[in-house]
C-alpha cells in the first residue's frame, strides 16, 4: 500500500478545510487529485507531505503510521506551482543539493545529477543560475530535484500552471514516464479536467474540502458518482436539465422525448437531473443512437478542430461540442443530436442512478 | 497555515525567557514594588497604595511634559511620514542611482543617538556651531539654549534629519512592491498623478506605513537621548519630554515612589495608544 | 474606431542592439482592420507583449511607425491613443467600490455625472456586475475583477481598440471558460476591435476572427483557426496548434513522388519538389490520420483514453506518429496499419509549406 489516509480531517479556525477522508493510493501509481482552487488540494497535499498534522485521523505510509511525524524525517519530494529553486546555487547545485544533505560522495552525485539533467534535457544549463533560464526550464530543474532524491512520495501541486500551453502538453507527456521507472507513489494536484484525462492514472475529485470519488481517470469521467463529482470533472462543463421518466418516456420540456431504453428501464418513475457531455450533444448528421433537439444558438467558437456552440435547449444553457467546423449564424434556431445511451440520471440527492 | 508542533523549541526558548525575565520582568516588578511604597532610604519601605499615582496624575508638572510630549510627538509624525512618503517616491526603482540614495538614506539610522545629540549641539551653537553662526549671520536671532522656540525647532530639525530615513525606507520598500500592471493600467484610464498617489500607491502602502507609524510613535514618545545631549531639557523644562522629567524626578530627586507610578502610568499610556493606532490601522484590513 | 497599421516595427530592449537577436520585434508589418476580433499567439518570449504595448503606446518601438487611422500615433501618449488594456492579473482600484471602478475612466475625462451612471449601469448589465455595483472592489473574486478590468475599457465610448493580454491566466478553469465566452459575445454585440494575446491556442482560435502566430519576434502566418488548423504554412504553427500538434516526419523525393520510410505518401502539394530535395518534411495532424489496412504497418505503443477521443501514439522505424481516433472506435490489436488523409497533407521544405 503507498499512502492510505483514515478518516484524516483539517480543522482551521472555525473552518474545515478537510472533512473526515478516506483515500488509499497504491504503491508506485500515479494518482491526481482533481478540484478547483480551495477544494482543499494544497492542504491535502500537506496533509500527506507532513507539512501540516490532521486535526484528527490517521496518515499511513508503507504500511505504517506516519501521523504527526515531521516531514524531515519522512521521504517526501514536493514540486511546487511557483518555481521553487535556491536562487543562490546553479542547476547543478539545486539538484544535487538532497543529495548533499544525505552526505553522499561527491562521485556518486555527480553520476546522478547527471544522469537526471540527461533525462530533463537540462545537461546544457548545469552551469546556470535559475534566474537565466526559462520558467520551463526552472520548472524542470525543481522536478529533478525531486526525482534525484529517489522518494518513495512524490507530490506535485499544480506544476504546470503557470507554463506554456505547449511546454504543459511536452511536460505532461513526460511526467508519468518520469516516474514510472521510480517505482514512487506520484500524487499530482490540478484543477484542469483536461489535464487529469490526459494524465491518466487514478482520480480523486474533490469539492469543497470533501473527496467525492476516487477510481480509474477516464471511469470516473465516464461514470461520475454524483453531479458534483460530474460537475468538477468537466470543461467544458457538463450540460444539465431536469427531465421526468414517465412510463417508457424520458420527456424534457418542450415536447422533447425520447424512449426509455434497456438500461434505464429499472429507474423509478420520478424527477431526474439529466447529465450529458457536450461532446454527446453534436451538430451535423444524425447519428441512429441519436435523438433530433432544435436548440437557439447564443455564442459559437470555432477552433479549427472543433466547434463549441452555446445553445438555448427548453431554457437551460447547454454547450455541443462537435468535431469539425460547422457554420453557423447566430440567433439560428439549430438541431442537435443527443446521443441518448451517453445520459446520466441523477436524483435529487445528486446520486447516480443510472447511465 | 499551522505548522507541525514542535516540543524541542523550548530548549531554544527557555534561556530567553530567563534573560528576558532576569533584564527586563524582575526590574519591572521592582518598579510596581516601588510605585506603591514610600522610603526614606536605608531600605525601609513603608505601604503607601495608590498614593502616588493619585499625586503623579494630579501634578501638573506631570501634565505638563506630558502636552510636550503629545506636541513633540505629534509634530514630528506629521512632518516625518509625508516627507518620508515624497522622498521615496522622488527615489529611482531601477538603474545606478538605487544603490547610492539607498546608502545614503540609510547613513542618519546608523549614528549613535547621544553622538546625534551632540552634533548638532555643536552644529547649532549661535556663536561657533556652523549653522547657529549662519542663522544669526542672516539676521534672525537664533540661540536655542536661551529661546524655547528655537529649541523646540531646532529638536524638531534633529529629529526629522535622524528618523525620516527610517520612514523612507520602508515606504521605498513598499513602493518597490506595486507591479507595473497598476500604473499602466492609471495611465489607460487618464489617471492624474494625484490619482495614482491617492488611489493606487498609498492604499497599497497602507501596511508598511502602518509599521512606520508605529515605530516613530513609539520611539518619539520614549525620547530621551537626543534632546537630551541637545538641549538638556531647556531653556528652563520648555524640552523636558516625558522621559527626561521621569529621570529628573528619579535619579535627581530620588524620589523613587513617584519615579516608579509615572513609569508604570507611562508604559500604560503608550502601550495603549500603540493599540489604539494598530487597530485603527488594521480595522480595514478585516472588512 | 480605427484602422491600425505596423510599418516596419522593430524593437529591442537593449540601447545598442547588433544583431537579431537582440530584437525582441524582428520586423512587423501588419494592417488590422476594424471591428474584427484578433489574437496574437505564440509562445513565451516571442514578442506578443511587446507587440501589444507598442500598440497601446506603453512602448515606444525602437524604429517603424504606429498608425491609427493613417495618423502617425508612434510618439502619442497611452492616454490619448484612445485604447483600453485589460492586465494579465486583475488590475482594480481597492479602495473604491466596483461602480466608481467603473466610472473612473469616465470622471477622469470630465464626463458629465449623469451619463456616467448611465454608461456604468449598461456596462454592469452587459458584464452581470450589476448586483456587485456597491461592493468594494477588492473583495471580489479573480474573476469578478477581471470583468471590472473589462469594464474600465468598455465604459468609454471612444476607444479604438480593446487589449487584452493574457486576461484568464489566473481565472479558474471552470470560470475561465465562461469569461471566454463572454468576452466572444461581447465581441458579437459591440463590434469593436478586439486583440487578444495568449499562449493558449484553444483561447485564441475560439475568440479570434483572425489569428496571427509570432515566433521569436517575427510574424509567422496570419489567418483564420480554420486557414491555421487546416494550412499551416510552416511546421511551427503545425506544432503550436492542434492538441497534440501536428506530426512532421522525414520526407525524401524520388521517382516524382514523396516518400516517407519508403512508402509513396499522397499529399495536396501540387508543385512537388525535384528528386532529391533537402530538408523536406511531410506534415500531418493526428485528426487526419486513420487506421487502414492497406496503408503503412505501425506499432502501436500507448493507447490514451481523454473521453471525448483517444490518442493513439504509433512508431514506424524509429518515427513517432500521433492519431486521434474516436471514443469508442476499436483499435486494431493485429497489423495495424495507417494511412494519412492526402488532402490534409502537406509538404514543407525548410519548414515552411510547398503549395
Known amino acids: 500500500m503507498g499512502i492510505e489516509l483514515k478518516q484524516v480531517s483539517k480543522r482551521v ?19 491526481i487529485l482533481l478540484g478547483t482552487t480551495l477544494s482543499g488540494k494544497t492542504t491535502l497535499m500537506r496533509l500527506m507531505a507532513g507539512l501540516e498534522a490532521p486535526t484528527s485521523g490517521e496518515v499511513w505510509f ?67 543560475m535559475p534566474d537565466e533560464l526559462s520558467g520551463g526550464q526552472q520548472q524542470r530543474t525543481a522536478l529533478g530535484r525531486a526525482l534525484v532524491k529517489n522518494a518513495p512520495l512524490v507530490l506535485l501541486d499544480e506544476p504546470l500552471a503557470n507554463l506554456d500551453y505547449k511546454l504543459r502538453e511536452e511536460l505532461r507527456d513526460e511526467l508519468p514516464k518520469l516516474f514510472e521507472n521510480t517505482g514512487a507513489t506520484v500524487v ?7 489535464e487529469a484525462l490526459m494524465l491518466g492514472g487514478h482520480t480523486a475529485t474533490l469539492h469543497q474540502g470533501r473527496i467525492t470519488q476516487y477510481g480509474v481517470t477516464a471511469e470516473i469521467f465516464r461514470k461520475p458518482n454524483t453531479l458534483i463529482s460530474a460537475r468538477v470533472f468537466s470543461d467544458p462543463p457538463m450540460n444539465t436539465a431536469i427531465v421526468d421518466k414517465q412510463g417508457d418516456t424520458f420527456v424534457l420540456a418542450d415536447g422533447i422525448r425520447w424512449p426509455v431504453s434497456g438500461k434505464y428501464s429499472a429507474m423509478a418513475d420520478s424527477s431526474y437531473t439529466l447529465g450529458i457531455h457536450p461532446h454527446h450533444v453534436t451538430l451535423g448528421e444524425a447519428r441512429e443512437d441519436s435523438i433530433a433537439i432544435n436548440g437557439l444558438v447564443q455564442v459559437a467558437e470555432i477552433s479549427g478542430s472543433e466547434s463549441i456552440v452555446h445553445v438555448d435547449i427548453a431554457g437551460n444553457p447547454w454547450v455541443s461540442a462537435t468535431q469539425g467546423v460547422h457554420p453557423f449564424e447566430v440567433g439560428d434556431s439549430t438541431e442537435l443530436h443527443m446521443q441518448v445511451e451517453r445520459c446520466l440520471y441523477f436524483d435529487e440527492d445528486g446520486s447516480l442512478v443510472a447511465s | ?147 524655547p522656540a528655537a529649541a523646540w525647532i531646532t529638536t524638531i530639525v534633529m529629529d526629522v534629519w535622524h528618523w525620516t530615513s527610517l520612514v523612507v525606507l520602508l515606504s521605498y520598500a513598499g513602493l518597490c512592491a506595486i507591479p507595473d500592471a497598476y500604473y499602466q493600467a492609471a495611465k489607460i484610464d487618464g489617471a492624474s498623478a494625484w490619482a495614482v498617489f491617492w488611489r493606487i500607491q498609498l492604499p497599497k502602502m497602507k501596511r508598511v506605513l502602518t509599521i512606520a507609524i508605529l515605530l516613530r510613535f513609539m520611539d518619539s514618545f520614549m525620547i530621551y537621548t537626543e534632546p537630551f545631549v541637545l538641549t538638556g531639557g531647556g531653556p528652563g523644562n520648555t524640552t523636558t519630554f516625558l522621559s527626561i522629567d521621569l529621570v529628573k524626578i528619579a535619579l535627581g530627586q530620588f524620589d523613587l515612589g513617584p519615579a516608579a507610578a509615572m513609569s508604570l502610568i507611562y508604559f500604560f499610556v503608550v502601550l495603549l495608544l500603540c493599540w489604539v493606532f494598530y487597530t485603527l490601522m488594521m480595522r480595514d484590513e478585516e472588512q | 474606431m480605427a484602422k491600425i ?20 520585434l524582428q520586423q512587423i508589418d501588419a494592417e488590422w482592420s476594424d471591428g474584427s476580433a484578433y489574437a496574437l499567439l505564440g509562445p513565451s518570449g516571442c514578442g506578443k507583449t511587446t507587440l501589444l504595448n507598442i500598440i497601446s503606446g506603453l512602448l515606444t518601438p525602437s524604429e517603424g511607425r504606429v498608425l491609427f487611422d493613417e495618423s502617425d500615433v508612434t510618439d502619442t501618449p497611452t492616454t490619448e491613443r484612445q485604447i483600453a488594456q485589460v492586465f494579465q492579473f486583475p488590475v482594480v482600484y481597492d479602495t473604491m467600490t466596483v461602480f466608481d471602478n467603473l466610472a473612473f475612466p469616465l470622471r477622469n475625462r470630465g464626463i458629465a455625472e449623469d451619463k456616467v451612471k448611465t454608461r456604468v449601469n449598461e456596462v454592469a448589465k452587459m458584464l452581470d456586475l450589476e448586483n456587485s455595483l456597491n461592493k468594494r472592489a477588492a473583495g471580489l473574486t479573480a474573476d469578478g475583477k477581471q470583468k471590472i478590468s ?68 517575427t510574424v509567422v502566418q496570419v489567418g483564420t483557426p480554420i486557414e491555421l488548423f487546416e494550412h499551416p504554412a510552416h511546421t511551427f504553427v503545425g506544432h503550436f496548434i492542434g492538441s497534440p500538434g501536428m506530426n512532421i516526419l522525414p520526407c525524401e523525393m524520388s521517382d516524382g513522388a514523396a516518400h516517407f520510410a519508403g512508402n509513396q505518401v499522397q499529399t495536396a502539394c501540387t508543385n512537388l519538389p525535384s528528386n532529391g530535395s533537402d530538408n523536406i518534411e511531410v506534415g500531418v495532424r493526428p485528426e487526419f490520420v486513420e487506421f487502414d489496412d492497406e496503408g503503412l504497418p505501425v506499432e502501436i505503443i500507448k493507447v490514451d483514453d481523454l473521453g471525448r477521443h483517444q490518442i493513439v501514439l504509433a512508431r514506424h522505424d524509429s518515427n513517432l506518429i500521433k492519431m486521434i481516433v474516436a471514443e469508442d472506435a476499436q483499435i486494431p490489436s493485429e497489423n495495424p496499419c495507417i494511412s494519412f488523409s492526402p488532402a490534409q497533407t502537406r509538404l514543407y521544405k525548410d519548414s515552411w509549406v510547398i503549395d
Open chain 3, 150 to 217: 473589462l469594464g474600465r475599457g468598455l465604459v468609454r465610448e471612444d476607444v479604438n481598440v480593446i487589449m487584452f493580454d493574457e486576461p484568464l491566466t489566473v481565472i479558474d478553469p471552470h470560470l475561465k471558460w465562461l469569461l471566454r465566452s463572454k468576452l466572444k459575445e461581447l465581441h458579437q454585440q459591440l463590434g469593436r476591435t478586439m486583440i487578444y494575446v495568449t499562449h493558449d491556442q484553444t483561447e485564441a482560435l475560439t475568440f479570434a476572427d483572425h489569428v496571427v502566430v509570432m515566433y521569436d519576434g
Open chain 1, 188 to 194: 499530482y494536484a490540478t484543477s484542469e479536467p483536461q
Open chain 3, 5 to 24: 497599421t505596423l510599418e516596419n516595427i522593430r524593437h529591442s530592449y537593449m540601447p545598442e542592439p547588433k544583431k537579431n537577436e537582440d530584437y525582441a
Open chain 1, 13 to 31: 479556525g472555525a473552518e474545515m478545510h478537510i472533512y473526515e477522508a478516506d483515500l488509499v493510493l497504491e504503491k508506485g501509481g500515479f494518482n
Open chain 2, 1 to 147: 497555515m499551522s505548522k507541525t508542533t514542535n516540543q524541542k523549541a523550548w530548549i531554544f526558548v527557555i534561556p530567553v525567557v530567563v534573560l528576558v525575565a532576569f533584564n527586563a520582568l524582575i526590574p519591572l516588578m521592582t518598579v510596581v514594588n516601588y510605585s506603591v511604597q514610600e522610603t526614606f532610604g536605608n531600605n525601609v519601605f513603608f505601604w503607601e497604595g495608590v498614593k502616588w499615582f493619585e499625586e503623579v496624575l494630579n501634578s501638573s508638572r506631570f501634565h505638563a511634559s506630558f502636552l510636550r510630549q503629545l506636541a513633540f510627538t505629534g509634530t514630528i509624525l506629521l512632518i516625518e511620514i509625508p516627507l518620508g512618503i515624497a522622498v521615496a517616491l522622488s527615489m529611482p526603482k531601477k538603474g545606478p542611482w538605487v544603490s547610492v540614495c539607498l546608502v545614503m538614506m540609510a547613513l542618519p539610522l546608523l549614528i549613535p543617538w547621544n553622538v546625534v545629540g551632540a552634533m548638532w549641539n555643536i552644529f547649532a551653537l549661535p556663536d561657533i556651531g556652523l549653522l547657529g553662526r549662519m542663522i544669526n549671520g542672516l539676521g534672525i536671532n537664533y540661540n536655542f539654549t536661551q529661546q
Open chain 1, 62 to 128: 508503507d504500511d505504517k503510521n506516519v501521523t504527526g511525524v515531521r516531514v524531515q524525517k519522512r521521504e517526501v519530494a514536493m514540486v511546487y506551482q511557483a518555481f521553487i529553486n535556491y536562487p543562490s546555487f546553479t542547476v547543478f547545485d539545486n539538484i544535487a543539493s538532497p543529495l548533499r544533505v544525505a552526505r553522499l560522495p561527491d562521485a556518486e552525485i555527480r553520476k546522478r545529477v547527471g544522469e537526471i539533467a540527461e533525462l530533463l534535457k537540462l545537461s546544457p544549463m548545469l552551469d546556470r
